[in-house]
DNA sequence: AGCGTTCTAGAATATTCGAAG
DNA sequence: CCTTCGAATATTCTAGAACGC
């Protein structure tokens, strides 16, 4: 309870995929990313992601490296994130994706120390009950 | 854009390796790192960087105390330096490296203040809204 | 030596992947897939291929149900299609992907017949030195 | 049962980072 | 602060799995 009212620091790496979304999806300048409106999931209009973060033309300023929309799907996988087929979000001219991941919540950023890549030698140790580091969290001693 | 005209001078600590290396790029005696053609980064060519620069052959004016390519690559990454993928700088014959730091630019050397070695700890007191010293910018104010 | 003359009739079934693409290639009206200059692999222009060929706003003469460029690259992958990675063909503004299968060739629609679909239980058979069954050729004897 | 489509994951490589000295 | 090394992360390409037809 207390931990509701005074919620711990959270400090995430800044450069690694789970802050990276995070800031984009809580900027109010960016319209290619943003919140389902129950906050329970992530909604990307691709054309826009595509234009807005992948183009090569805007070397300079570009979040991610990749040019490739499947490149961010990847992270989105690796870090958890399913899809969700939702009839009400169709739209003929835009292709918007709803992907879900239980700890990434709108408002709740101290969800995020739960987010874990799932690459195989991590999904290893979490099966053997093993300890699982990730970069993503920054450990504030 | 009064800085602009006639911009603060900047007192950076000598053998640091912002320094270090704006002192590289701006010199034209130097021909293995230079600025690309907007300015806006810094590109590097790795067989010319190690003949001229790391060669232990060259003890008297060696500038870094390692003569491994990879350490030189951690400094740039430890002061937020990233790797841009420029499919027009490919060089078949030359290993050229194409780099970014948007507090490294061209002709504004007022930026350089605002770079950070990116420790741990500095990252996390940056996360957490707080000052980061930086021993080499000196404070001559 | 008289196959090469004289080429058996070949008969591949009109809807199923192979023969599409084949039309496709073959068709001087497209201009999204055509062959590389010596006639070995396929190069894909993907902003094209998807105007032209996938999206939702051409419904009528749809060639493929799919409107994702990513379902098109599962169904090279799923016909033993490699990419093949082509410095000379990159180009900043567009996104040419270049790919090869031994037995799609330009001249050569013979060996079309020699297309495998690679799903795991085709593998499988394929390994025990097994016959696969291959829709997309009609047999024709 | 085979094919097309979709979503997710495996595998390989390139890049970046944490920690120790 | 610099250097080194090993490990985590990002990116790319290919494949597994599930489903509908």
């Not at 990276?20 to 906050?39: C, E, H, Y």
């Not at 992948?54 to 989105?76: G, H, M, V, Y």
């Amino acid at each position: 309870l207390e931990a509701a009212v005074n919620p711990p620091a959270v400090h995430i790496n800044y450069n690694n995929f789970p802050a990276k979304l995070w800031r984009l999806i809580n900027n109010p300048q960016n319209d290619s990313v943003f919140w389902s409106p129950d906050g329970e999931s992530v909604i990307v209009d691709q054309q826009r992601f595509e234009d807005e973060l992948l183009s090569p033309l805007k070397q300079d300023a570009k979040l991610f490296k990749t040019t490739n929309f499947t490149s961010f799907i990847r992270q989105l996988n690796l870090y958890g994130f399913r899809k969700v087929c939702d009839r009400s979000f169709k739209d003929r001219r835009r292709n918007l994706h709803h992907f879900h991941n239980p700890v990434f919540r709108q408002g709740r950023p101290e969800l995020l120390v739960h987010m874990k890549r799932l690459t195989i030698s991590n999904k290893a140790k979490m099966e053997a009950g093993e300890q699982v580091t990730c970069r993503h969290i920054l450990k504030v001693t």
